[in-house]
């Protein structure tokens, strides 16, 4: 079983920066495919971005590819996701995502999923 925790959020202006991260306890990260998805109010999720078990690859969603960067430390159990140029419509709830099995494209499919934390950009 993997707890995740995200933290990191806030409210910042359009053109700033946050950066989230995904604290994970129970078992070890580095088996674990993981990634970020979001949600603002009245939509469904959407996939952010995911991070392969080494840290190797990434993969980010179109809105995002650019302006956002993935990241993770196994030895600190954490993934990030560094937030840049953020935008109004980047408004919404942060989720970490965690599966041992899934690939990077798959990730919605997660076993394991944080709480979320809240992203508000105003303009």
């Known amino acids: 079983q993997v707890q995740l925790a995200e933290s990191g959020g806030g409210l910042v202006q359009a053109g700033g920066s946050l950066r989230l991260s995904c604290a994970a306890s129970?078992?070890?990260?580095?088996?674990?495919?993981m990634g970020w998805f979001r949600q603002a109010p009245g939509k469904e999720r959407d996939f952010v971005a995911s991070?392969?078990?080494?840290?190797?690859?990434?993969y980010y969603g179109n809105t995002v590819r650019g302006r956002f960067t993935i990241s993770r430390d196994n030895a600190k159990n954490t993934v990030y996701l560094q937030m840049n140029s953020l935008k109004p419509e980047d408004t919404a709830v942060y989720y970490c995502?965690?599966?041992?099995?899934?690939?990077?494209?798959?990730?919605?499919?997660?076993?394991?999923w944080g709480q979320g934390t809240q992203v508000t950009v105003s303009s």
């Open positions: 995502a965690a599966d041992p099995k899934v690939s990077l494209v798959e990730l919605i499919r997660a076993d394991y």
């Open positions: 129970g078992r070890t990260l580095s088996s674990y495919t």
């Open positions: 991070i392969s078990r080494s840290g190797g690859v990434t």
